[in-house]
């Protein structure tokens, strides 16, 4: 199973123990801590935790805290557990970038159906997002960014960027080009693509040096 590590922060040990037997039947690997700052130091040793279940009553740092500090550095999805229902409690927990929030009492059952709904929608959103290069392409958003900086592309130059990035590493012959970005219908020449990729770099600033010419033949987009 991919994506299967989870920490669970919670200072009472049977709720621990609660959340472990159920995710573990469905084969998630389960880290756990008793407080905050036993769930930061958890989680800055393993980069593979692919979900954290954080209470909000815990000793030393709350999860609010714990929370807070996570999205300083990670988007890792965050399911929140509280006994409190009160409203305002889950607008601080989704202001502070929680994915999910779960009232004590809960049934296991819906948790886990609540974790596996938020790594599906995860992955789900990894395939939509490509990174490489100083370059986040978001396909479903369908923005850029460059170095954290927005910048505004055509449709064209869009699907353009989307194709190189989509297919790295590999010389592209500008028929082929032609074909995937304007489609068979298209009946220009491969010299609207020299245009398009010439005002795409212009636009990718130092990152359109990523898009390579191969004389004689077509483009290759190299991650480095």
């Given at each position: ?30 880290l756990e801590a008793a407080d ?189």
């Amino acid at each position: 199973m991919e994506h299967n590590k989870i920490l669970v922060a919670d200072d009472e040990s049977r709720m621990r123990k609660l959340v472990k037997d159920f995710l573990s039947r469905q084969g998630y690997e389960i880290l756990e801590a008793a407080d905050g700052e036993e769930a930061l130091n958890l989680f800055y040793a393993d980069k593979e935790i692919a979900l954290v279940i954080l209470d909000v009553m815990m000793p030393k740092q709350n999860g609010f805290m714990v929370l807070r500090e996570i999205r300083e550095t990670s988007r890792v999805p965050v399911i929140m557990l509280t006994a409190r229902g009160e409203e305002s409690d889950e607008l601080t927990g989704f202001e502070a970038g929680a994915d999910e929030y779960i009232s004590k009492p809960f049934s296991p059952k819906i948790l886990v159906a609540r974790v596996e709904a938020v790594l599906r929608r995860v992955k789900s959103e990894e395939e939509t997002v490509l990174e490489m290069a100083g370059i986040r392409l978001d396909k479903s958003g369908r923005n850029v960014t460059v170095a954290g900086e927005e910048i505004e592309l055509s449709f064209k130059e869009f699907e353009l960027l989307a194709y190189f990035m989509d297919n790295v590493g590999k010389a592209l012959p500008r028929e082929k080009i032609l074909n995937a970005v304007w489609d068979y219908d298209y009946y220009g020449d491969a010299r609207t693509i020299d245009t398009h990729v010439k005002k795409l770099r212009a636009k990718l600033g130092p990152a359109g040096d990523q898009i390579k010419t191969i004389w004689g033949l077509g483009y290759k987009f190299e991650a480095e």
